[in-house]
């Protein structure tokens, strides 16, 4: 079984910073996209970034300059640096991999920007 399993968030104050991390585990035999999403209350779910296994890279429009999404190919893990926080960040953020042919969700993890 597959697993995706996330870290790194919390509560931050404007303009702070906050690192994520996502690994996966579990029977893997391919690893074609890792990203994240996030929804905020009453807020459609939406696309953060997301990284392909070819590096390739893409963010949501409002995150732009101020996100970052990496890999560690080796480590299976998906990670995103997250500056110049704002309040309209916050939201419960998930991971989201293709895996195996198989799309797999993180539980979620609670980013709170608020002074």
């Known amino acids: 079984q597959v697993q995706l399993v996330e870290s790194g968030g919390g509560l931050v104050q404007p303009g702070g910073s906050l690192r994520l991390s996502c690994a996966a585990s579990?029977?893997?035999?391919?690893?074609?996209?890792m990203g994240w999403y996030r929804q905020a209350p009453r807020k459609q779910q939406e696309l953060v970034a997301a990284?392909?296994?070819?590096?390739?890279?893409n963010y949501a429009g409002s995150v732009k300059g101020r996100f970052t999404i990496s890999s560690d190919d080796a480590k299976n893990t998906v990670y995103l640096q997250m500056n110049s926080l704002k309040p309209e960040d916050t939201a419960v953020y998930y991971c989201?991999?293709?895996?195996?042919?198989?799309?797999?969700w993180g539980q979620g993890t609670q980013v709170t920007v608020s002074s």
């Open positions: 989201n991999a293709d895996i195996n042919d198989k799309v797999k």
């Open positions: 579990g029977m893997i035999f391919s690893i074609d996209s």
């Open positions: 990284i392909t296994s070819g590096h390739s890279i």
